[in-house]
């Protein structure tokens, strides 16, 4: 029998994204990441889930509990080797305390969970525990937006006259879709990513070469667990933690950064990993940077380091969480984010 990946989207409607790839139905959805994927995997998913609409003003969504069982059966099935979320958005977390994490303790292989932004708490949740691996990593519906937004932050030009970034987007969305599935292969397959992390050193010292097991993602969301039986799996108490945004005012920003402080996670924490914030066309980072000054201890100078790869941006970098990675100086104050290819590997 062949191993599975299963396709999730328990978040924000995939109908304007297989618009967009031009798949009218879910099941042509699945049959082309099929041929992405290739034989050896056998690609699932709920069609009634992935074809599914949102509506605001009537809760969002209105199968909590089929989106919330689609997640368990995946994960206590040990034919299952990943779960691959389709896109982020909205009204995920409310489905958690449905979903009885506990079928991992049967699973007799460990299974991987690859998303981002909304779906941050299902990827610690699942990282933590020991049949768990977690990737923070888009979701391929977020291609689109990626690539219009990169080309538009990068003013690229053809022939000496400016592209259209929509245009540029949808030129370059098969491709971008055809590298995202090889790479999630090449993860599972235990052959790592060709999407290395670069970051800057921007607050505090380290050393040449150190060991980091990081936790978090976005920063919205991973508030959702503070004060929640789940809260440990996001905590930093020795080790790093991840954050990243989008489309929120700094005002917002800080309120959450009170949270986390309130909270304590500041007290073991053992550093931060600044990924990308952006409202709008505006670089948020270096306002999240003072921002955090006025937050972190004063007793201690917790180490920061920022990068550009990973959060809502395209290209886009994946990274385990709870796993750990290896963060390298390659410069004065230029270090990698490394890991071992093989602890990602399902088959």
């Not at 879910?26 to 074809?51: H, N, R």
């Not at 919205?220 to 996001?234: A, D, F």
């Not at 970098?317 to 990675?325: A, D, E, F, K, Y």
Request: proline share 6%.
């Amino acid at each position: 029998m062949r191993r599975a990946i299963h396709l999730i989207a328990p978040a924000g409607s995939c109908g304007k994204f297989l618009s967009q790839l031009g798949v009218p139905t879910p099941e042509d959805f699945l049959s082309l990441v099929q041929d992405q994927v290739g034989p050896d995997f056998l690609i699932t998913g709920d069609q009634q889930i992935i074809a599914a609409e949102e509506d605001e003003e009537a809760g969002g969504r209105g199968d909590d509990r089929r989106r919330a069982q689609d997640i368990q059966q995946a994960l206590g099935d040990s034919n299952v080797v990943a779960l691959v979320t389709v896109r982020g958005g909205a009204w995920f977390s409310r489905i958690l305390r449905h979903i009885d994490f506990n079928v991992l303790n049967s699973r007799t292989t460990p299974v991987a969970v690859f998303g981002f932004s909304e779906l941050t708490t299902l990827v610690n949740i699942v990282a933590a525990h020991s049949n768990g691996r977690g990737v923070y990593d888009m979701g391929p519906a977020f291609l689109p937006y990626g690539l219009r937004r990169h080309a538009t932050v990068n003013a690229k030009y053809a022939k000496g006259q400016p592209i259209d970034p929509s245009r540029w987007a949808v030129d370059h969305l098969p491709e971008s879709f055809q590298a995202f599935w090889s790479d999630v292969v090449s993860m599972i397959r235990g052959n790592g990513t060709k999407r290395a992390i670069t970051s800057t050193l921007v607050r505090g010292k380290m050393p040449e070469q150190s060991e980091a097991v990081l936790v978090g993602g976005n920063l919205v969301v991973l508030c959702s667990l503070v004060g929640t039986p789940y809260q440990s799996t996001i905590r930093p108490d020795g080790k790093w933690l991840l954050l990243e945004e989008i489309d929120e005012k700094p005002e917002r920003i800080d309120r959450y950064l009170a949270n986390l402080t309130l909270a304590g996670f500041w007290q073991e924490c053992q550093g931060l990993l600044l990924g990308d914030f952006h409202r709008n066309g505006q670089d948020l980072t270096p306002i999240v940077e003072s921002l955090l000054s006025y937050h972190l201890p004063s007793d201690r100078l917790i180490p920061i380091l920022r990068t550009q790869q990973i959060g809502h941006v395209w290209p886009m970098s994946p990274l385990p969480l709870h796993t750990p990675v290896t963060l390298n100086r390659t410069s004065n104050r230029t270090y990698s984010v490394d890991w071992c290819p093989s602890s990602l590997q399902m088959v």
